[in-house]
C-alpha cells in the first residue's frame, strides 16, 4: 500500500498493532526493518523511494510527501510512534498536535544511525520511558531518558502503583507532590492495603521519603508531601494529608453477590454503591465481583461488572459449600445447591479471615465485602 500524502487530505492509514515505527531515511529504513522483525506488535511506515519490493508481504506501509501530514492520524490511533527522524524535526512536527500528557501517544526518537533512543512525550503514563528501553535493548544502542524521578531513581508519582493497577483518586496534585519528591523534601508514605513490593528500584529508598504506620502519624510528621495507599475512605481530620497528598487506590475489594434472577443492572449496582459508601470503602478499589456458577449469565451482573472493568467470578455449589460460611442457609441450599453465595464467594476469591461485610440483604441483592490481605 502507498499514500500519497497532501495537505487536506486524510492519509488512508491501515492500522493493525499497537505501536508505529516511521522512517524517511534510507538508513532509517534500514534500521526501521530491523526493529520491526523484534517488534511484532508495529506496523512500519517508510517513504516509497526507499522501497525494497517486499513491503507488500511484511505488511510495510509506504508514503511519499511530508511525513507531517501523517502524523495526526498516527497520534489518533497508535498508543506508541517510535521516530527514525532527527529530534529537532520531531518536535516541530508534533507540536501543533499535542494535546494532554493522559492522551498523547508515547513518542520515542531514534537517530540515523541508531545510537541514540530517546524518550520525548509521555515518558510515563504513555510509556515512551519503557519503550524507550525496549527499543534501545533490541538495537544495541544507548537509551535517554530524562524524566527527574527515573534518573534518581525515585517514586514516580504519576506511576506509583501503576503496574498493579493502583489508580489514584484525582490528579490535582500529582505534579506538586511529584515535585517534592524529586526536590528531595519530606515525602510521607502510608500504605492500608495493596500490595507492598512497589518500590521497583534496587537501591534504597531515598532518605527523603518516610513510610509511616498510619496517617495520624505522617499528619504528626509535617511532610512536605504524601502519597496515601488506602481502599479506605478518608476521614475529615485525615483529609488535612491531602493538602499537598496523593490517595492511590489499589485492587483490593472484592464484592460477592447474590442475587434474584432478572435483578437489574441498576439495583446490583445501587445496591453495591451504597454498601461501600456505608462501609467507608471506595469504588476504586474494587477488584471482582464474585457469585455462584448459576449467574453465570446474570445479565444484570455481567453488565456492571462490564461497566466498571471488573473481574466476574464464579463458583460450583461444591467450591462454595467448602469455603467458611457464618450464616448457612436451608433455603438457599434447596435452590442453588451451596449453603451461602456471597459470602463464600468472597471469601474464596479474598482469602481474607475476617470480611468487611459477611452478608446484607438489600431488595433483591445480598452482598458481602472482603479485602484481599497482603503480606
Not at 1 to 8: C, T, W, Y
Not at 141 to 166: C, H, M
Request: glycine share 6%; proline share 5%; hydrophobic share 40%.
Amino acid at each position: 500500500m502507498m499514500m500519497e500524502l497532501q495537505e487536506g487530505i486524510q492519509p488512508s492509514i491501515v492500522q493493525k498493532n499497537a505501536y508505529a515505527i516511521v522512517a524517511i531515511t534510507k538508513h532509517g529504513v534500514d534500521i526501521s526493518r530491523r526493529l520491526h522483525k523484534v517488534f511484532s506488535n508495529a506496523d512500519v511506515y517508510y517513504m516509497s523511494k526507499f522501497e525494497k519490493g517486499d513491503e507488500a508481504d511484511r505488511n510495510i506501509q509506504l508514503f511519499s510527501g511530508s511525513v507531517r501530514l501523517l502524523l495526526p492520524e498516527l497520534f489518533r490511533q497508535y498508543k506508541g510512534i517510535v521516530m527514525i527522524i532527527s529530534l529537532g524535526a520531531v518536535v516541530r512536527m508534533i507540536a501543533p498536535i499535542l494535546k494532554d500528557k493522559k492522551t498523547d501517544p508515547a513518542v520515542v526518537v531514534i537517530d540515523d544511525r541508531g545510537e541514540n533512543v530517546i524518550s520525548v512525550l509521555s515518558g510515563h503514563l504513555g510509556g515512551a520511558n519503557e519503550l524507550t528501553k525496549e527499543v534501545a535493548a533490541s538495537l544495541g544502542a544507548r537509551p535517554i531518558i530524562t524524566t527527574a524521578s527515573d534518573v534518581q531513581k525515585t517514586i514516580p508519582v504519576d506511576l506509583f502503583g501503576s503496574r498493579f493497577g493502583w489508580v489514584w483518586d484525582s490528579p490535582e496534585k500529582l505534579t506538586p507532590v511529584s515535585a517534592s519528591v524529586v526536590n528531595e523534601e519530606p515525602v510521607a508514605v502510608v500504605q492500608e492495603s495493596g500490595e507492598p513490593d512497589w518500590w521497583i528500584y534496587d537501591t534504597p529508598l531515598p532518605e527523603n521519603i518516610t513510610i509511616y504506620p498510619s496517617i495520624a502519624e505522617a499528619i504528626d510528621a509535617k511532610p512536605k508531601a504524601a502519597l496515601i495507599v488506602t481502599h479506605r475512605l478518608l476521614t475529615k481530620e485525615e483529609e488535612i494529608i491531602l493538602e499537598n497528598g496523593v490517595v492511590f487506590r489499589p485492587k483490593t475489594v472484592a464484592i460477592g453477590i447474590g442475587c434474584n434472577r432478572g435483578t437489574s443492572a441498576l439495583e446490583i449496582e445501587q445496591v453495591i454503591c451504597e454498601t461501600l459508601a456505608e462501609l467507608h470503602i471506595s469504588l476504586k478499589s474494587v477488584k471482582a465481583v464474585c457469585t455462584i456458577d448459576l449467574k453465570k449469565d446474570e445479565a444484570g451482573l455481567l453488565e456492571v461488572a462490564k461497566k466498571y472493568d471488573w473481574e466476574f467470578i464464579y463458583y460450583s455449589p461444591a467450591e462454595l459449600n467448602e469455603a467458611k460460611i457464618e450464616a448457612p442457609s436451608e433455603t438457599v441450599f434447596k435452590y442453588t445447591g451451596a449453603y451461602g453465595v456471597s459470602e463464600p464467594a468472597v471469601r474464596l476469591y479474598s482469602k481474607a479471615q475476617q470480611l468487611e461485610l459477611v452478608k446484607k440483604k438489600s431488595g433483591n441483592v445480598t452482598i458481602s465485602v472482603g479485602v484481599i490481605p497482603f503480606k
